[in-house]
């Protein structure tokens, strides 16, 4: 005869252990510190109920299926709140990766949810009231009753603070209760009818979903599952609100502990109660849609990065390709510029206050938050690059400025016309707009992970350095891709011109770039791989010197451009733009989740 202990080694722990090892890239601290006081709460809040429950003789197990009992309850019982706990929130966090949570804390305020709120609440109070007046011992509705107002009673805190986040991704809750549910069902019924455990008849209502399997068992475990799926959800909140609206410690190295944390998480818990301001996170969703149209294989990379790392990654892309539009998309002289100057003014407030100048060994200190004259810059600026540049300064505190001023130089270069002489100019230039760019990524992902390899010691170095590599090698596999584009729509050349023919620079610029043999331009775009390549064999092995947590997406970041290289030189023809289709993307990112193994 099949044993408790038995069903949880054939029924209950495999599927956790697949389920882990498909969740584990997406696991980060904060979800480890979730998962664990889920598992504490669920114990402690379950224990006394379990008991009053067997108690009253609502449920009985066979004796000689159990290795033993503490109070009424058997060992294995106390296993299954825990193991269903870790199974529904692995679960829920494969469910959850998929979005930025931040964007679920807007409009809380909105009547439209506030009446979810109250009502929801209300309903749920009721049905506890009901619930209790009819959980009379050795009566039919007394199993039913006991489940119903002892899940309700947390359900409906829960429902008081975060219902408005939890209705906003409801798809996601959706998916992460029902499939779970069903799955212990499953068990249940196997546990059932091997008579490991035993619903009382004259307890419950004799209601069988199917065949064996009691309504109230239904109830049970979607009702629980629920639980722990909006309990997720809290502390999700919570966390979106700690990334949102806290402007946490720039202390370096201050990995917080356990209980710090929970005490961040219960202070951004009440916090969120009050009225909060959403312009923050309309600015946030303004960035989101930059990236999404910006950057298809960024996009997807940024799934690889746990939330607080990817909100902020959203607005740095946001503010550079911004920027870099503004620039770009003027046609006039004096309207690059101007808008140059815009930006440079944008910055020199932004850092005003700023004491320490940088210096790869510098520490970010500031004096006090920057002050901005947003009047000017709102009669400057388009709403969509206002948003951006109001998320930017939010970050800002925690970047060094001189990679802004090193991406000024950037778009100062282009304005001017600066050619690209020979394979160093490209690598100046490549400097300027992109190695700025890795090293404020390198700054976000070790101030959001808290964790730097040394205090600026000889290992934060190389990692700074070799991060501004990955930054060449990014930016000229993009030049390297799109030498047409630039040519057709820029009327520039950023290859070599040390490498081209007689007039064949005077086609680029003329944006002529069909004038010139194809394959001349696979030839020139693979030299420029060439470098790349170089670069990246020296900078991947610096990977695992950043946040364990990042490593995934920065390599599937560099694969994917890496992945261009590799098709512009295996296609016959040079294309005008290559890419790689979603599918391939998304191959990418599977294979840097679970079949490299990183460190490297
Ligand atoms: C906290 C901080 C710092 C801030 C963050 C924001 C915030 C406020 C979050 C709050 C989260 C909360 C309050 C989460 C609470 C989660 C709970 C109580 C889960 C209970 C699960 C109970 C569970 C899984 C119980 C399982 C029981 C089982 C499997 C019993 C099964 C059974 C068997 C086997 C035989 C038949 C009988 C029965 C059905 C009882």
Not at 73 to 96: A, D, G, K, N, R
Not at 499 to 512: A, C, S
């Amino acid at each position: 005869m099949l044993t408790y202990m038995e069903v949880h080694l054939y029924y209950t722990l495999p599927p956790i252990i697949v389920l882990y090892l498909i969740a584990r890239p997406l696991i980060s601290t904060f979800d480890r510190i979730k998962i664990i006081t889920i598992c504490a709460l669920a114990l402690i809040y379950t224990t006394p109920w379990d008991n009053y429950i067997i108690y009253h003789k609502a449920w009985w197990y066979r004796k000689d299926a159990v290795i033993g009992t503490i109070g009424y309850v058997p060992i294995e019982e106390y296993m299954f709140f825990i193991i269903q706990t870790i199974f529904t929130s692995l679960w829920t966090i494969c469910c959850s990766r998929w979005t930025l949570q931040s964007l679920y804390l807007r409009n809380k305020e909105s009547s439209k949810f506030q009446l979810i709120k109250h009502v929801g609440c209300l309903l749920i109070l009721s049905i506890i009231l009901w619930a209790w007046f009819n959980a009379t011992p050795a009566t039919k509705l007394f199993y039913l009753c006991t489940i119903t107002w002892w899940a309700l009673l947390i359900v409906v805190i829960l429902w008081y603070i975060a219902s408005s986040f939890v209705v906003q991704c409801y798809q996601q809750i959706l998916c992460s209760v029902v499939f779970p549910s069903f799955y212990l069902c499953y068990v249940d019924v196997i546990a059932l009818r091997a008579k490991v455990w035993h619903i009382n008849e004259s307890t419950s209502l004799e209601i069988f979903v199917v065949d064996e399997l009691p309504l109230e068992e239904v109830v049970f475990f979607f009702i629980t599952n629920f639980l722990v799926v909006i309990g997720a959800a809290a502390f999700d909140q919570a966390n979106a609100v700690i990334n949102t609206y806290f402007r946490e410690s720039i202390q370096p190295n201050s990995k917080e502990g356990y209980f710090s944390k929970l005490e961040s998480l219960l202070t951004a818990t009440i916090y969120h109660q009050q009225k909060l301001d959403d312009t923050i996170i309309d600015d946030l969703a303004a960035c989101v849609d930059i990236l999404n149209e910006g950057s298809k294989t960024f996009s997807v990379a940024a799934n690889c990065f746990p939330n607080a790392v990817r909100q902020d990654l959203t607005t740095l892309y946001a503010f550079c390709r911004v920027t870099d539009d503004m620039v770009d998309n003027e046609h006039s002289m004096e309207l690059k510029t101007h808008r140059l100057k815009v930006i440079e003014e944008f910055l020199d407030q932004l850092f005003a206050n700023r004491v320490n100048v940088y210096n790869y060994t510098w520490k970010v200190t500031s004096n006090s938050e920057p002050s901005i004259d947003w009047n000017y810059f709102r009669k400057q600026l388009t709403d969509k690059q206002l948003r951006s540049f109001r998320g930017i300064a939010r970050i800002s505190f925690y970047l060094p400025q001189e990679p802004f001023y090193e991406l000024v130089k950037g778009y100062k270069w282009d304005i001017d016309g600066r050619m690209t002489h020979s394979e160093n100019d490209l690598i100046e230039y490549s400097k300027y707009v992109a190695s700025s760019v890795a090293t404020l990524c390198t700054f976000l992902f070790c101030h959001k992970c808290r964790e730097w390899p040394d205090q600026m010691g000889p290992k934060s170095i190389s990692m700074l350095e070799n991060a501004r590599k990955m930054g060449l090698v990014l930016q000229i596999c993009n030049i390297s891709r799109d030498i047409i584009t630039d040519s057709e729509t820029l009327g520039r050349c950023y290859i070599p011109n040390n490498y081209l023919k007689n007039g064949e620079l005077k086609h680029l610029m003329e944006k002529r770039p069909n004038n010139i043999p194809n394959m001349e331009l696979k030839k020139y775009s693979e030299r420029m791989l060439d470098i790349a390549d170089g670069l990246a064999s020296e900078a991947m092995h610096a990977i695992n010197l950043l946040p364990a947590e990042c490593q995934r997406g920065v390599l599937s970041a560099l694969e994917a451009y890496q992945g261009i290289g590799k098709l512009i030189r295996s296609n016959a023809k040079y294309e005008r733009r290559t890419t790689l289709t979603k599918m391939e993307k998304i191959v990418i990112v599977f294979k840097c989740m679970y079949v490299i193994n990183v460190p490297l």
